[in-house]
Structures are given as C-alpha cells and as structure tokens.
C-alpha cells in the first residue's frame, strides 16, 4: 500500500493562485530586463535574462511547495548561479558551451563583484561576448526569486512589488540615457501590479467568509462581472491617460544614469602624438619591417591614430573631453554592428615596432590578441568608436600577434557628392593659429560652389603647388614638425616644401578656418607597384599622413594634399640642397614683444581639473559600491524584511494599552517560537492545548504552568499589573532562550529566519482568543452585571460578592 501524503510538508495553494503569483511574477521582472535593449544594441542578452528569470521562478515554487526556509532558497540559487551561469552568461569559457570549467567558476564568483564595474566602463552597446551577461543573468535570477517566492508565501502581495520594483530601478541606473520602451514599460508595470494587488484581495479568504453566491447564484456573478468591467475600465483609462501625458510631457534632458559619472580610468594625453615621430618613422626605419598585414584589401588604409585637435606645436590625439568626436572606452567585441561595406580579417604581426598605437584598418567591429601576451594586451587595450584608433597601455613588442575584423566601406566618387553636405560633428577647437591661414583659406575656396569643391580646392592647392622633400640626405631641406612657425614658414615661403606631415596639417588647419570639420590621420599603406598583394610588410617608407573630411550621412573620407614624392623642386627654382644634421623637434617660436594686458586672475584650471578628476574617481567608486551595495542589499532583503517582522509584532504585544493583552501577547510570542522550532500548532486551540503540544515536541513541560498562569491573569477578575506583566515576559524570554540553547547552530538560525510564525495558524488562534480575552475585559469593567444565558435577564449583584 502506498503511504498518504505527508501533507505538513507541503502547502496546497488553490491551482489559480500558483497560476496568478507566477505569471504576473514572470510578467514584471520580464517588464523590467526589456530595459537592457538599448545597452545590448539588441536582444543578445535575452536567453540569459531570461533563463536567469526561469530558473528564480522554478526555484521560488518549489521552495514554496516544499514549505522550504529561507537558508535553502538561498542555496538553492547560489547553486543554480553557478550550474547555469556557465550555459547561459559565460557559454565560451564552458566545454561546449554547457559544462562549466574551472574558469567558468572563477568568472561567476569574481562576476558577482566586478561585472557592474565593466558594465558601466564600457560605452554601449556593449558585448554578449564580453562576460556582460552576467548582469541580466544575476538580476533577473535574483529577483524572480525574491518576487515569486514572497507572492507565494505572504498574504499581503505588495510585498512581491518591492523586489521587482527594485529591478525595474537597477536596470534603469545601469542602462543607457536613452530608454528602450519606456511608456510600455510603465504602463505594463502599472497595470499588471494594480490588477495583481485586485485579484489577491478579492480572493483573499476573509472576503470569502459571507459568499452572496450561496444565496443568489446569479447576483454573484453579476457582481463579479461588473466587478470586473469595472477594473477594467479603470485601468483602460489610467493607461490612456499615462500615454497622454508621456507623449505631451516628454522630458526635454535625457535621463541620467550611473554611466554618466563613471569614467574609464584611462587618459590618452599620457601618450605623446604619433605624428611627433613621423620624420622618425622615415630616417630610422625606412628599411626595416615595422609589422606585416595578412588579409589587408586592396587600397586599403592601415591606420595608427587619428588626431583631431591642434594646440599651436602638436596634432593631438583627444581623448572624449569637451568638444571631442569621441572617447576611449575598454576593448570589446562587436564594435561596429551596423556598418556597411565589405567585411575583412586581418592578421597583423608586430616585427620592429613599438609603442602604443595599434595599427588597424576600416571600421573596425573587433581586435582579438593572440599569441603569449594576448590576455595583458586585451586588458590594457581602449578604443575610440568615432576615430577608429586604438591603443594599448602595454606597448607592442616584437611577436605580439592579433586579429582585426573590420569593415571596408566602398569607395564614393565626387559625382555622388556634388550635393552632400558637410557632417556635423563635434570637434576640438583649435588654438594658436597662425594667422594667416584664415585670409588664405577662405581666398582659396571663394571659387567653389559645392562642399566637396571646397575640399579639392584646397587639397589641389597644396598638392599642386607644393613640393614634396622629407630633408634627409641628398634632400632639400625641409625642417620636420608641424609646429605653427613650421605650417606659416610652409605656406609664407617663397616654395612650400615638405612632406606629408606638414601638408596634412596645414590642409585641415585651413579646412577647419573656414568651417569644414577635418581631421588628421597617421598610418601606412603599401606603394602603387605593390597593390593587389595580399601581405603588406610595412616599413618607415610607407608611412604617411593625409586628411579625412566628414560628409553627412557617409562619415569620414579621405584626402591626399601631400605632393607626389617625385615632385621636386629643381637646381633652378629652389635652393641648394644640402646634407642636413639629424632632425630634433623645432622649439617653439620666438617670444614676441610684450604687451600691456589688464591684471588677470591666477589660472586655476589646472587646478579645477585636478579637482574634477578626484571628485570623478570618487563619483565612480561611489557609484560601484552603490550597486554593489545594492545587490547585496537585495539578496540580504528577506533576511532583513524577516527579523523586522518579528521584532515589530514583539514590540507590539509588549506594548499593547491593556496589561491582559500583553500577557497575551507573551504567550503569542512564546508560541511563535515554538512554530519557528517546528511546533505544530492547530489553528484555534486553547493555551492548555498549545502548551501540551510544545511540551511534547520541544521538552519544555514548564510551558504548561506558563498556560494555566496566563488564563488567570487575562480572564482574572482584574487587570494584571505591570510587575505581573514584566515577569511573565521574563518567563517567556528565559523559556524562549532555553529552545535556542539546546539547539545547534543551523537549527537556530533557520528557526530566526522561518516564516511559519508569520504566516502559520498562531494568528488565527490568537485571533480567536482575542474575542474571548475582550468579553473578559467587559466583565471586568462591569463587574456588577452577569447575563444569564438561561434566561436572557440581568441580575444586579454585590461588589463584595464573590464572581
């Protein structure tokens, strides 16, 4: 025969209830990780989220069903963390993308800290690949857990919103400013918690207690219907009016969160320009292999840094500060995944050079190292999105090898740009100018009638009426730098000599003067003759600089101002040519006379700066800790939502206005205990009746006495005294105390943490006793009357007479 079902160890919730508690838990968290669209460029992250959510879901029913405590539920997800984490939020440190490894554990447990700091330090969208998964993972887990597990186990369902609430909060603050669906969001979550909170209290078992149903069954369900329309009618209209008034008053800022205030901890003026080196680049290694390319396309551009703000003596590369086109952020993958034209793989191999400046090509959707530094590369290297250009705090060295997945936009003719305006961008202004460049600038494109014949006037009037030398030996002379006496010596002389560096920088100052957003970049790409080979082995003599220009809606194109190398300047329009010494970098101009300025204040930028970068730093460790915090605040949640609980309703009973009550509430306390330390108590029974069965199940006979005292001292002919009060709570604590000592370590935290106290049948037995404890009091206040049961008449007697 098969043995009855243990039904003490489990809990029977009508089959609507677990359909009602978990759908509109699912509903809410779901509501919530939508949020994440924006950071994720997408719903990449979705199969993590949402099998994070799955799994609270599971573990919160069952937890539930079992009638488990809360020290198994927190195992339970701390397991389910790390089984699964593995599969859904780290699938490529898995074996086959399931089982987890040693790395996989490590990456959870260490994830649990460090995953919201590269969240928020890196610019979105960020990467599924790049281990961010774990924040939906994690979240969602977490609060499914917490939202179900507390609509399952309390009366009162507005508890279930804090957890779910809290998430909605959390992916907000680690989002992006602009909102995914925010209207949709708000109102599903409105709707979906108001109509939850209805549907709970209408079932609520009190408001079953007088059923019209069982008198008129069809006036019951004509109340239930209009019930019903009713509820739906307001929530028809409060979502109307929510989008009414989302759409009339949208917010004129975007909204701020923790990525605002967080800033990458990297800082690229620390790195001088690589242009101050171009001349370098030319005398020292024209003949030796710098790197080799594998893969690169034909005509392709290999770039080192983009620079986009002059300062008088350098182009500089910026570095996202006010004005800038854009900011360093950490490496990750799927850099570019909307880009458009022919994607390519780059093998680039680093031979004889060094620095800091990685060499790429075309818009680039990932950099992956390899070979024996690749993990110390990966972790020292940032990005620009709007530059292209890369750099790694550790330098490259010889044998450091990597792979670059890049797009290779198609080449765009000046027939399709003859009514392309020029983009709008956001770019460094420029200072120390010489001054000359304005007048020149706007002489030059005064003919021009389009944008694109801005461009080519000025990049013909410097590659046609230029000569090209980069003063090495057997050269004319031609000085290296780009300083600002360097540019006006190159446009004033009686020839303008030089090489691309100078002709680079002098096109895009005198494009920037009249308005035209330019840019300048340094890299290399292979000779004429060379073109079509599928390996390009680059050495100092290809080195070279041009211009790129930024067209609306087709980005940054390219421009060559410098002259052809074969154009020279001949024995009889220039000067002799002579064996120059080794090329230093020119001081900066000579002084000029001074001048009489008013009195100003000290400068304290520097200062401010100073000030800006501290208060930033903090601003970031405040703002991770905070999440931190928070995290650890939700998973400390119940334990701390519990020992509140428990300690109110003993403040409470100890509190209460009449002396009956807190003996009463002494012995509620007592019993409470006793559930917590598994009593079972029927619901309703006396205190002679209670105090039997927690003397047999947890050996505590004095209980008994305990009982019979309290009946006396609540129905007794007077109100007990406070000195009866205090020492029957002294009772009660030393008693209470005696259950934890004889029990182990576990046992008493697990009896601290139940919920069978707060949810079991010792509120309703104390329910019951209150209606008898209140017609005590009444006699006790009118101990002159006694009504008869017999005979329904009232008899009027001595107060000497014994009652």
Partial sequence: MTAPADSSTTTTLPLRRWVLDLGVSALLVAVSIVGFWPTFA????????VGGMILGLAIAAVAAWRRWGILIIAGMTIGAYFVFGGALALPHTAIAGVIPTLDTLQRLALGTVTSWKQMLTTVAPVSAADGHLLVPFLLSLVAATLTASLALRLSQVAWALL??????????????????????????????????????????????????????????????MRRVLAGVVVLVVAGGAGVATSALAAPAQPRHVFRDVIIPPFNVRDYPSPLQAFRKNVRDAADETLFTVRGLPEGTRIRIAVMDQYDGMVYNVTDGGPGSSSAFTPLRSDMAPDAEGTRATMDVKIGEYAGVWVPDAGTVSEIAFTGARAEELRRSAYFNDATGTAVVTTPLKQGDTYTVETVIPGEIKDTQLADVAFGKVSLPKQSNIPEDLTALAAETVSGAESPIQQVRALESFLAEGGFFSHGLEGEVLSRAGHTAERISTLIGGDQMIGDDEQYAVAMALLAREVGIPARVVMGYYPDEDAEGETVFEATGDNVHAWVEVNFDKLGWLTFNPTPPEDK?????????????????????PPPQEPVDLPPTLPDDRKGED??????????????VGGVSLAVIALLASPF????????????????????????????DELTDRAVDYGARLAPGGTRAEEAETVAATLTLPQVTALAERADSEVFGPSEPSTEDVEAFWAEVDGIVGGMGKDAGFWKRTKARLSLRSLMGGTAIAGGLRSLGEAAAARVRREPGTIKSSSTDTTTTRSESETP
């Fill in 610 to 623: 100073e000030t800006l970068n501290i208060l930033g730093i903090i601003g970031a460790i405040l703002a």
């Fill in 42 to 49: 997408g719903p990449s992250y979705l199969p993590a989220a």
């Fill in 568 to 588: 020279v300047p001949n024995d009889q329009n220039t000067k002799p040519k002579v064996d120059p010494k080794p090329q230093v970098l020119q001081p900066p």
């Fill in 640 to 667: 701390i939502v519990i020992g509140a609980w428990k300690a109110a309703k003993r403040r409470s009973r100890r509190s209460a206005s009449r002396t009956a009550d807190r003996i009463s509430g002494g012995w």
């Fill in 163 to 224: 957890p779910a609430g809290l998430l909605l909060v959390l992916v907000i603050a680690l989002g992006t400013p602009e909102p995914a669906f925010p209207v949709v969001q708000g109102l599903v979550f409105a709707v979906m918690s108001v109509a939850w909170l209805a549907l709970r209290q209408l079932w609520a078992p009190h408001n079953a207690a007088i059923s019209v149903g069982e008198v008129d069954p069809s006036r019951a369900a004509h109340m239930r």
